[in-house]
């Protein structure tokens, strides 16, 4: 008597895990409208005495940078649409996904009240679930172009951002609570401490970039790795080009953007040729 070893068929959920999803969105739009003031409340770079504005710390990205919440949003929404017609959720991302959404209004509603250490706390988290769903995400490449965009480019871009985000929210936080070394005014320089923060950012986006050469699903850690590049040119703009002037933080940042970039492409021109070679 033999036994079968075959895989079992993922099983397919219900209609709530999907209306859940759907609603985790509408709950983040509403963050999201709350957040740019569109209910007569203070927009976010306004909130906690202005710490989170692009001239708060040399961290602070000018504020273009912040239009890459247009497509997160947008690859949100695509997510949304695409999970009705997967009810097996394959990847097993719908319960982290859910988890993202909500955190990202959470963090709005945080930084409108000026918690800036708890808003610390839940952009952690919120990296940390986006770190889950890309990982889960690279297990398997992307079945066609709607599943490569809606799942794998959306987290991906979605996690590089957050990178960003978070280097940046914790030298807010920082400055509130009276430390100096992220400080814009006064004699010391906070130049050489932000380098070292935006030299860890770039060696995530190179990890990022490095990780997409080992797994079966590259498109979200390019994804993220794009985003990591972006925040940093947005944070090099700000510097050079706005306040706080620092010609040494915006140069590192230049710098480390386009590393970040060029290993990006090093990877996928590696993966196609890989792909042309295995065809």
């Not at 961290?59 to 949100?76: N, Q, R």
């Not at 990591?228 to 306040?243: H, N, S, T």
Request: aromatic share 6%.
């Amino acid at each position: 008597m033999t036994t079968s070893t075959a895989p079992r068929a993922p099983r397919p959920h219900g209609v709530l895990p999907r209306l859940a999803t759907t609603a985790a969105l509408a709950l983040t739009v509403v963050g999201t409208a709350v957040g740019v003031g569109a209910f007569g409340g203070t927009p976010v770079q306004g909130a906690g005495g202005g710490l989170l504005s692009a001239d708060a710390t040399p961290l602070a990205p000018a504020g273009g940078a912040f239009s890459i919440w247009s497509l997160i949003y947008l690859g949100l929404a695509a997510y949304t649409i695409v999970q009705w017609w997967d009810p097996t959720d394959r990847h097993r991302i719908r319960v982290a996904a859910i988890l993202s959404m909500l955190l990202n209004a959470l963090w709005i509603l945080v930084v409108q009240a000026g918690m800036l250490f708890l808003s610390v706390l839940v952009i952690v988290v919120l990296l940390a679930v986006l770190a889950v769903i890309v990982r889960r995400l690279t297990a398997s490449a992307p079945r066609g172009p709607v599943e490569a965009v809606a799942l794998h480019g959306t987290f991906g871009l979605y996690l590089g951002w957050v990178c960003v985000a978070t280097c940046a929210n914790i030298a807010a936080a920082l400055l509130g609570a009276g430390f100096r070394g992220f400080s814009t005014t006064g004699a010391g320089s906070p130049g050489p401490l932000a380098v070292g923060v935006v030299i860890v950012a770039a060696a995530v986006g190179t990890g990022l970039a490095l990780s997409g050469r080992r797994s079966a699903g590259a498109v979200a850690p390019l994804a993220a790795v794009l985003a990591v590049g972006w925040g940093l040119a947005w944070i090099a703009v700000g510097r050079l080009a706005g306040e706080p002037a620092s010609a040494l933080v915006g140069g590192a940042a230049a710098v480390a953007a386009a590393g970040v970039v060029i290993a990006g492409i090093t990877t996928a021109q590696e993966r196609i040729r890989a792909i042309r070679n295995a065809s």
